[in-house]
């Protein structure tokens, strides 16, 4: 079955400590990005990348990091997290490096306190 | 940089009613337009995407949307709406030609569909 995968699910964490956000897809698309959203915001992209070892900035990227090892894999770090990061986050992927957000990510539910 | 504003944030329909949401943007050159469907507790949804070509766009699940390039509009319609449409709806865009990756997103509108 086509998906995106993160993990975890949810998460409760403490200001300045450390947390990896994985999401992983099995489609073999080229393209990757983080949201998160907020009440209100709508989504907001954090990062992106377009293929291997290539990813940007989107539009909220202060406090985060990402990477792009292996096609399959974009992980989400969050090196110190801070309160105003609680949020939910969503990974996505597109076949192609130009096309939508095709397939979400059941979304992370974290909280930093 | 672009914005994209959904005016109506939550629409009460009774089933059978015909549905339409706005969406408007702001960005003067050609852009791709978007919207999306995010059910309760679920994950986002592409509905139905518009890159050019005839202005109304057919998508899933009987949704259809028509961009007025004169209003910078892209609203979302559907002739008889049913109880499981309840869920929340984006309208995105992405400017073309700009080398520029992101979708801006509306705020969401949650329709509320009753029985």
């Known amino acids: 079955e086509a998906q995106v995968t993160q993990n975890p699910r949810y998460l409760i964490t403490v200001t300045g400590k450390k947390l990896t956000v994985t999401c992983s897809q099995n489609m073999n698309h080229e393209y990757m990005s983080w949201y998160r959203q907020d009440p209100g915001l709508g989504l907001r992209q954090i990062y992106y990348s377009m293929n291997v070892e290539v990813t940007d900035k989107g539009d909220v990227p202060e406090g985060y990091k990402v990477s792009r090892k292996e096609k399959r894999n974009f992980p989400l770090i969050l090196e110190s997290p801070s309160p105003n990061q609680t949020s939910l986050y969503f990974c996505a992927s597109s076949p192609g490096q130009w096309d939508p957000e095709a397939f979400f990510g059941q979304g992370t539910r974290l909280t930093v306190v | 940089a672009q914005s994209v504003s959904q005016h109506n944030h939550h629409v009460i329909l009774s089933e059978a009613a015909s549905l339409e949401l706005g969406c408007n943007y702001s960005?003067?050159?050609?852009?791709?337009l978007f919207w999306y469907v995010q059910y309760p507790g679920q994950h986002l949804q592409l509905l139905l995407k518009y890159f050019s070509g005839d202005p109304l766009v057919k998508g899933i699940k009987g949704f259809e949307a028509e961009f007025i390039k004169s209003k910078f509009s892209f609203n979302l319609r559907k002739p008889s709406v049913q109880w499981s449409d309840t869920a929340e709806y984006f309208c995105a865009v992405n400017p073309q030609g700009t080398g520029r990756r992101a979708l801006t997103f509306g705020s969401g509108t949650r329709l509320q569909v009753q029985p």
């Open positions: 960005y003067g050159g050609t852009v791709n």
